[in-house]
């Protein structure tokens, strides 16, 4: 069955660059129509998406937060990373990856991020 | 970006009762529409894709219609299991977009 799991610091201090790493299970990278996304929740309020990418490399991007993301693939180790720079404490949330095929099917459980100095 | 509007924020009821609850898109997103559950804690879990496609093993009590700017999620008997937090997001383009959710709370 297909299972993700994000890691990655759950503490970090204001201006710092936050690294999460989704590996996952269950499903390969390489297969047409396949994604991994991205999606946060900060504490009490609604979902965000943040990034997304295909198993053809093509990237997208929250528009507001564009500039300060990057996420990639690594087919062969199945894990994609998500960078988020000049961290700042409204980026305090849960952060959520999760498998798309047409929609968000699977997501793992969350790691939470704090943001404080 | 396309922006999602659910109504209500929350809604009280009991176990047995019908619940709906409505999601507006700003512009024309034809079927791209899925339903989430989210308990509290616990990551969300799609319900409904393809705005009435029903996910595989949720329960038949769940079902989505609509297309194009107005689409519904009907629970058709609530049960205990179903108090919760309830998003859509519109898959059409990108940026992706979630609601605001809804809250399912016992009455």
């Known amino acids: 069955q297909i299972t993700l799991k994000e890691s990655g610091l759950t503490l970090v201090k204001p201006t710092q660059t936050l690294t999460l790493t989704c590996t996952f299970s269950?499903?390969?990278?390489?297969?047409?129509?396949?994604?991994v996304g991205w999606i946060r929740q900060p504490p009490g309020k609604a979902l965000e998406w943040l990034a997304l990418?295909?198993?053809?490399?093509?990237?997208r991007y929250s528009p507001p937060l564009k500039s300060r993301l990057t996420i990639t693939k690594d087919t062969s180790k199945k894990q994609v990373v998500l960078t988020m720079t000049n961290m700042d404490p409204v980026d305090t949330a849960t952060y959520y990856c999760?498998?798309?095929?047409?929609?968000?099917?699977?997501w793992g459980q969350g790691t939470t991020v704090t943001v404080s100095s | 970006d396309i922006q999602m509007t659910q109504s209500p924020s929350s809604v009280s009821a009991s176990v047995g009762d019908r619940v709906t609850i409505t999601c507006r898109a700003s512009?024309?997103?034809?079927?791209?529409l899925a339903w989430f559950q989210q308990i509290p804690g616990k990551p969300p879990k799609l319900l409904i894709y393809?705005?009435?496609n029903l996910q595989s093993g949720v329960p038949s009590r769940f079902s989505g219609s609509g297309s194009g700017t107005d689409f519904t999620l009907t629970i058709s008997s609530l049960q205990p299991e179903d108090f919760a937090m309830y998003y859509c997001?519109?898959?059409?383009?990108?940026?992706?977009?979630f609601g605001g959710g809804t809250k399912v709370e016992i009455k």
């Open positions: 999760a498998h798309s095929d047409d929609a968000f099917d699977i």
């Open positions: 269950g499903f390969s990278l390489s297969t047409i129509g396949v994604g």
């Open positions: 990418v295909y198993w053809d490399d093509d990237k």
């Open positions: 512009q024309d997103i034809s079927s791209w």
């Open positions: 393809g705005a009435s």
């Open positions: 997001q519109q898959t059409n383009s990108f940026p992706l977009t």
